[in-house]
C-alpha cells in the first residue's frame, strides 16, 4: 500500500535524481524551446507565441460572440449551442489568454539562474496547455451538446471522471512510484465503485442518451441535423478530453521533475556540472569571469 507519508513534493534530493533526467543541465536537453533560454534574444523570439493567445481569442470568444449576435439568422442549430456555450465560458477564456499573455512578456525579464529559468518555463508550458484546454470548449461542447444533447453531455461528464484518473492521475502515480520506488497503488474504495460503474452501465447509459436525442428527444428542446456527419461531431468533446488528460499528465510530469530542479538547485549544478555561462548565461558569466 501506498504510504501517506510519501510526499510528491516531499522528496530528498537523492530521490528526486530518479526522476530529474541529466538533459534538463541543458537548455537543448529541456526541450522548452526558447522560454528556457539565458539568452534574451532567444527569449525574445518567445513573443511569437503571443499568436497563440490571438488564435484561441477569435476561436473561444470572438467566434461564439459573433455567432450568438447572428442567432436571429438561425444559421444552424450547432452554431446557436456554440454561441451560448461560448457566451458561459466567456471570461474564463479571457482569464487563460490574459494569464498566458502575460506570462510570455514577463519571460523577458532576466531570471536569477537557470533553475528560476528553467521552472518559469514549465509555468509557461502549463499556462499554454490550459489556454488550448479551455480555449477549445466552446467548440468542442457546442458541437457535442448540439449531436447527442444536455442528457448525453451529461453523462460523458461522468466518463471523464474515470478518463482523468486513468490518463492522469495515473502518470502522476507511477511518477510517485518512481520517486519512493512504490510497487503497489492504493486505490480508494470509492473511485473502484466508480470505475466499476463506468465501466458496467456507462456505455449503456450514453447509447440511450442518444437515441432518445434523436427519436423521443425527452428533456430536449430542439431538433437537429441527425446525419452521420453530426453523429461524429458528438464524440468531439471525448476524444478532446482523452487527448488533454494524456498531455496535461505529461506537462504535469514535467512540472515536477522542474520543481525538484529548482527545490535543489545547487545540488543538481554540482552534480550535474553545470558551468557559469550555462548557469548565469553568456553575458553574465563574462562579467563575473572579469571581477575575478
Known amino acids: 500500500?501506498?504510504?501517506?507519508?510519501?510526499?510528491?513534493?516531499?522528496?530528498?534530493?537523492?530521490?528526486s535524481k530518479r526522476?530529474?533526467?541529466?538533459?534538463?543541465?541543458?537548455?537543448?536537453?529541456?526541450?522548452?524551446?526558447?522560454?528556457?533560454?539565458?539568452?534574451?534574444?532567444?527569449?525574445a523570439l518567445g513573443l511569437v507565441g503571443l499568436m497563440f493567445s490571438a488564435l484561441f481569442y477569435m476561436l473561444g470568444v470572438s467566434w461564439p460572440d459573433g455567432i450568438r449576435q447572428s442567432v436571429q439568422n438561425q444559421q444552424s442549430v450547432s452554431s446557436v449551442v456554440v454561441g451560448d456555450v461560448g457566451y458561459l465560458l466567456r471570461y474564463l477564456v479571457l482569464a487563460t489568454i490574459i494569464l498566458f499573455s502575460a506570462l510570455i512578456i514577463l519571460n523577458l525579464i532576466p531570471k536569477l539562474?537557470?533553475?528560476?529559468?528553467?521552472?518559469?518555463?514549465?509555468l509557461i508550458l502549463i499556462a499554454f496547455f490550459c489556454l488550448c484546454f479551455i480555449g477549445s470548449l466552446p467548440f468542442s461542447v457546442g458541437l457535442t451538446i448540439d449531436a447527442f444533447g444536455w442528457i448525453a453531455f451529461g453523462i460523458q461528464l461522468f466518463f471523464c471522471v474515470?478518463?482523468?484518473?486513468?490518463?492522469?492521475l495515473y502518470q502522476v502515480i507511477l511518477l510517485k512510484n518512481e520517486l519512493y520506488h512504490n510497487k503497489e497503488v492504493e486505490i480508494k474504495d470509492w473511485e473502484s465503485t466508480i470505475s466499476k460503474l463506468l465501466k458496467k452501465y456507462g456505455g449503456i447509459l450514453l447509447g440511450l442518451a442518444i437515441l432518445n436525442r434523436w427519436t423521443f428527444k425527452f428533456g430536449e428542446n430542439f431538433s437537429a441535423n441527425t446525419?452521420?456527419?453530426?453523429?461524429?461531431?458528438?464524440?468531439?468533446?471525448?476524444?478532446?478530453?482523452?487527448?488533454?488528460?494524456?498531455?496535461?499528465?505529461l506537462v504535469f510530469k514535467n512540472f515536477i521533475r522542474g520543481f525538484y530542479f529548482f527545490?535543489?538547485?545547487?545540488?543538481?549544478?554540482?552534480?550535474?556540472?553545470?558551468?557559469?555561462?550555462?548557469?548565469?548565461?553568456?553575458f553574465r558569466a563574462r562579467f563575473m569571469s572579469n571581477q575575478k
Request: proline letters at 1%; aromatic letters at 22%.
Open 227 to 249: 446525419d452521420l456527419g453530426n453523429f461524429l461531431l458528438g464524440f468531439v468533446f471525448i476524444g478532446t478530453i482523452c487527448l488533454f488528460f494524456f498531455v496535461g499528465g
Open 19 to 43: 526522476i530529474v533526467p541529466r538533459r534538463f543541465a541543458t537548455e537543448d536537453g529541456a526541450q522548452m524551446g526558447v522560454s528556457v533560454s539565458m539568452n534574451f534574444w532567444k527569449r
Open 1 to 15: 500500500m501506498m504510504q501517506t507519508k510519501n510526499k510528491l513534493f516531499g522528496a530528498s534530493f537523492e530521490q
Open 113 to 122: 539562474n537557470y533553475a528560476f529559468q528553467l521552472l518559469y518555463a514549465t
Open 162 to 168: 474515470f478518463l482523468f484518473k486513468k490518463l492522469f
Open 263 to 282: 527545490k535543489y538547485r545547487q545540488e543538481y549544478r554540482e552534480d550535474f556540472n553545470i558551468t557559469n555561462e550555462q548557469w548565469y548565461g553568456k
